[in-house]
């Protein structure tokens, strides 16, 4: 249990860091689902920015599980999963958005 702890930890901090490199900035986020073989519901999160030296970046914040996939469950499970990191769910911008920025 001591091991898992520390992963979720770890796992957090790293969350964190790269959620501080968006701050109030726009970003792109990259979702999709699927179940696995015990027929549960994944949502995979990557969030797309660009940082403090003009790059475009993409991290995977991490698999997390849902109820369903309904479009309004997937957006629940998101705006929980932002907001916890201190991001916004109005920051987001469509991808071609984020190339005219660039």
Do not use: H, P, W
């Not at 790269?18 to 689902?33: M, N, Q, S, Y």
């Amino acid at each position: 249990m001591i091991k898992k702890d520390l992963a979720n930890a770890c796992a957090f901090e790293t969350v964190k860091k790269i959620t501080d490199a968006i701050g109030d900035d726009i970003f792109c986020v990259l979702v999709d689902e699927s179940g696995d073989t015990s027929d549960n519901e994944q949502m995979v999160v990557v969030l797309r920015f660009v940082d403090n030296r003009g790059f475009v970046v993409e991290r995977l914040i991490g698999n997390f599980y849902v109820e369903e996939k309904s479009a309004i469950t997937l957006k629940g499970a998101l705006e929980t999963l932002l907001s916890r990191f201190g991001l916004c769910i109005a920051q987001i911008r469509g991808k071609d958005m984020m190339v005219q920025i660039i």
